[in-house]
């Protein structure tokens, strides 16, 4: 069973770059079995699909955050990252990392406990 | 992008009664629709994937139907623990897309 944390700073300052990491146990990032994504949920708001990373080095993202997000992974740590740049009180949100299986239909089976990202100067 | 909308936004309804809720794309997305259930404080849980295959350790009083473009979430004999917040998600797209949520009260 593939169990997954988030982690990184509960606070950025405005126009600074938003980054947090999850950390994978119980399945490996490079084994190309899952598809490793992000998603966010400001308070009291539904649930925001932010991207995805694929064990074959492709991306997928929002295009309402194309060119300010990017995902990555660590192999050797066996964790991926979100990095969120130029951020605004409108990136204060609950981020959670989910995995599925790799293929399309798996839905997000594995999800962290969320992790509060408030931006404020 | 493929829009998801889903109906009602919000449902009351007694322990026991059945509850349905719709989720609608913007396209086609054949069978590539996922519903979660959302508590307070918490991530959330995969219910139901491809559309209507039950998800391991969910209740059997929960089933999910439809194709195409109109999906729908079933909640049989409605329980106290039910009370969540509902999302649909389409995966037929590499860019994923969750419906708005549907609030559920149990009376």
């Known amino acids: 069973q593939v169990q997954v944390l988030e982690s990184g700073p509960g606070l950025v300052k405005p126009s600074q770059t938003l980054s947090l990491t999850c950390t994978v146990s119980g399945g490996s990032i490079s084994s190309g079995g899952y598809y490793w994504s992000w998603i966010r949920q400001p308070a009291g708001k539904g649930l925001e699909w932010i991207g995805r990373f694929l064990s074959s080095g492709n991306t997928n993202y929002n295009p309402s955050l194309e060119g300010r997000v990017t995902i990555s992974a660590d192999t050797s740590k066996n964790q991926y990252s979100l990095k969120l740049t130029s951020v605004t009180a409108a990136d204060t949100a609950v981020y959670f990392c989910a995995v599925s299986y790799n293929y399309d239909s798996s839905g997000l089976r594995f999800w962290g406990q969320g992790t509060l990202v408030t931006v404020s100067s | 992008d493929i829009q998801m909308t889903q109906s009602p936004s919000s449902v009351s309804a007694f322990v026991g009664d059945r509850v349905t809720i719709t989720c609608r794309a913007s396209?086609?997305?054949?069978?590539?629709l996922s519903w979660y259930q959302q508590k307070p404080g918490k991530a959330p849980n995969l219910l139901i994937y491809?559309?209507?295959s039950l998800q391991s350790g969910v209740p059997s009083r929960f089933s999910g139907s439809g194709s195409g473009t109109d999906f729908t979430l079933t909640i049989n004999s409605l329980q106290p623990e039910d009370s969540a917040t509902y999302y649909c998600q389409q995966s037929y797209s590499p860019l994923r897309t969750f419906g708005q949520g549907t609030k559920v009260e149990v009376k």
């Open positions: 491809a559309a209507s």
């Open positions: 396209q086609n997305i054949d069978f590539y």
